[in-house]
């Protein structure tokens, strides 16, 4: 069958040619469907009859019937070759996805929020939402952003109120889950946050130096050795007002963090904008996907030629560099040159291999072996492997190219299952896509034939995620396709739908892809990775010796007012069901109020809050942890302070009285 993508090499055509082609052979067919045509075959009919047809709706209509796939001609591979075929349940018992009542789920998800900043908590396979944890954001109903400690700490990292964040990526022990730490990245401000996952509360950002969008973001395997964050947009190096117009001399840096300082080690600057990023197994190679080799700033520039250069960055050879003293340093940082002419990338070691892809690929994801790294194609409609051992041995970067399989229209993100297959999202097609990975290998490059199977999913699809996927050991139960261009699959809800979260049941790979479950979801969910529920120990309770020396635990028996200038004042307080330590405080009109306030309960579950009428604070406190807030009490008169947890049947009378006397000087 021939191939609208694709010229007679099997090189990309312009993408906008393939997507302008696309959308009119969408627009062509919907147009045939909205007026009936006497069908050739029952089914067919009885398949469309009960359709809306939309476009959203479309692609399902296209892949369940052959003769409208046969139509669309938007995929090489629906309904086109033997081995391809589009799921249907045909009979088979929907898998369970439902938790009982009462039930845990077996997986948590971790979900980056995009545009919210946060970090959603998603019980797996029920899809409840269990938690947010705030990151980039403020968010009043845990505190975050109210108390001193988060408010300092977000003002430290450039007193932002948001971020976009893409890619939580969680810390490893020996390859696996450790269920200590996970990270994010922020797209909008470069920066990474790390949250705590004994408390489920970010514990740390950095604002990476140099850097105006983290993109990728990775932990090196197999034990957490650094964190890595590619940064997408070019700059002068330094930013300061140097090279404004001049972008021959913009780059782009790959960073890397210590995980537990959050200190940027040292960078490298190479050509083109980093995308994604994702190590082999042994920590040896990260590889960055990457568009942009031009060098350009408009979109016409940056899509000129035909080629792109994955980054494969040799992470011993690189701190060998930087210990030998081979850096130029940038606001702090050693800063490794890793552009294409760098002398450190002569011979037949560079510190930097580039790979050459179809042009402005999308995402790179490591396999749970370690052999191979895949880069999906975005504007080309396959995906690339790449043979990491064949980094170290071979001079030829073709060689590296193991196969390149052609799975569909838009490929986006790959994820695995642990048994030999991948999972390919299709943003144009709207499908996932399962395919053969050995096949591939083996195959010519091109070839559909590694295409097992398809799913479709409702609305472009971005990323995609089996359950334990970038692990060593996958479990392959479930995935995730998480979609974009939300359109109208729920009640409407004004002119911004719902984004859709679906679930898909994979069996451990033997079974046929199906979707089980659809779920709205906020804008935007960007990413999520998955841990089985042994692998986290969360606190039930704050232990007071992680604070020790930083804050105060607060019982009654001490809690008091110290004065501790001439306008500012220490208030210091317990609270339990259902009183506060201070039944009353008196301050001073204009006086600078610290508060201290100790939650004394020993059992899990009574959380007790503290609000200040008027004085926009808010704290929300867990059995045995300490919160401050410092604020200016400039009105006098009588604020009633209470608690914003129901804790008790005297959670209305647990209060206490802030007394704000006039200053008369
Ligand atoms: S990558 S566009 Cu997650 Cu697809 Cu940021
Ligand atoms: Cu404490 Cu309500």
Redesign the pocket.
């Known amino acids: 069958m021939t191939d609208d993508t694709t010229d007679a090499d099997g090189d990309a055509l312009d993408p906008d040619e393939v997507v302008e082609r696309h959308e009119n052979q969408l627009d062509d067919l919907l147009a045939e469907v909205d007026e009936p045509t006497p069908a050739e075959d029952d089914s067919t009919t009885l398949e469309l009859a009960g359709l809306e047809l939309s476009r959203r709706d479309f692609v399902k209509a296209g892949a369940a019937t052959g003769a409208m796939a046969g139509l669309a001609g938007c995929s090489g591979n629906i309904g086109g070759g033997s081995n391809n075929t589009t799921s249907s349940p045909s009979g088979s018992s929907t898998p369970d996805h439902k938790v009982a009542p009462g039930e845990h789920d077996e997986y948590y998800g971790f979900w980056s929020g995009g545009q919210s900043g946060e970090i959603r908590v998603i019980g797996i396979p029920s899809m409840r939402e269990l938690m947010r944890v705030p990151v980039f954001n403020t968010e009043a109903g845990r505190g975050y952003g109210y108390d001193d400690q988060t408010t300092e700490m977000l003002e430290e990292a450039g007193d932002l109120t948001w971020g976009d964040n893409h890619h939580p990526v969680l810390s490893e022990t020996d390859g696996d889950y450790d269920g200590e730490y996970l990270w994010v990245n922020d797209k909008a401000n470069g920066r990474i946050a790390r949250v705590n996952l004994k408390y489920f509360e970010t514990d740390a950002i950095t604002n990476v130096p140099n850097t105006q969008a983290i993109h990728g973001c990775s932990v090196q395997s197999p034990d957490t050795g650094y964190v890595f964050g590619n940064g997408e947009f070019r700059t002068p190096l330094p930013n300061d007002g140097r090279d404004l117009d001049n972008p021959d001399e913009y780059v782009s840096l790959f960073s890397a963090i210590d995980p537990e300082t959050m200190e940027t080690e040292w960078q490298v600057k190479v050509d083109g904008n980093l995308d994604i990023v994702d190590t082999d197994k042994d920590g040896r190679w990260a590889i960055s996907s990457a568009y942009n080799d031009e060098g350009g700033v408009t979109v016409s520039e940056m899509t000129r030629d035909d080629r792109d250069f994955v980054k494969a960055f040799d992470v011993p050879a690189i701190e060998e560099a930087v210990e030998a003293g081979e850096y130029e340093e940038v606001n702090g940082v050693p800063v490794v040159d890793g552009t294409q002419d760098s002398s450190l990338n002569q011979g037949d070691s560079p510190i930097v291999r580039y790979i050459p892809t179809p042009k402005s690929p999308h995402c790179v994801e490591v396999g749970p072996n370690g052999d191979y790294a895949f880069v999906a194609g975005k504007l080309s409609p396959t995906v690339t492997i790449i043979d990491i051992d064949a980094l170290d041995s071979s001079s030829d970067p073709e060689d590296v190219v193991a196969g390149r399989p052609k799975v569909g229209l838009g490929p986006l993100h790959t994820t695995f299952d642990g048994n030999g297959h991948a999972y390919t999202s299709l943003f144009i097609d709207s499908q996932a896509v399962k395919w053969d990975i050995e096949a591939a290998v083996e195959a010519e490059q091109g070839s559909t034939d590694p295409v097992i199977e398809k799913q479709d999913v409702h609305y472009n699809p971005g990323h995609i995620q089996a359950v334990e996927a970038m692990t060593t050991d996958p479990d392959g139960e479930w995935l995730v396709s998480l979609n974009k261009l939300s359109k109208d699959r729920f009640l409407p809800v004004g002119p911004i739908h719902p984004d859709n979260d679906q679930l898909i049941h994979i069996g451990q790979g033997e079974k046929e892809m199906e979707l089980v479950a659809d779920h709205p979801a906020y804008p935007e969910p960007h990413d999520c990775v998955f841990a089985h529920r042994d692998k986290l120990d969360p606190a039930t309770t704050w232990d007071k010796s992680d604070y020790e020396g930083e804050k105060e635990f607060v019982t009654q028996e001490n809690s008091r007012v110290e004065r501790t200038g001439e306008r500012s004042v220490d208030v210091k307080t317990s609270?339990m069901?259902?009183e506060y330590g201070l039944k009353d405080f008196t301050v001073k009109e204009g006086d600078e109020v610290t508060l201290t306030v100790t939650n004394i309960e020993g059992v899990r579950d009574?959380?007790?809050?503290v609000a200040i009428p008027d004085h926009d604070v808010h704290l929300s406190i867990a059995p045995q942890d300490t919160r401050e807030a410092t604020f200016t009490a400039d009105e006098p008169g009588v604020y009633w302070i209470y608690?914003?947890?129901?804790?008790?049947a005297l959670?209305l009378e647990?209060r206490s009285r802030m007394l704000v006397e006039p200053r008369d000087d």
Do not use: A, D, K, L
């Open positions: 609270s069901r259902s009574v959380i007790h809050g608690c914003t947890y129901f804790c008790s959670h647990m």
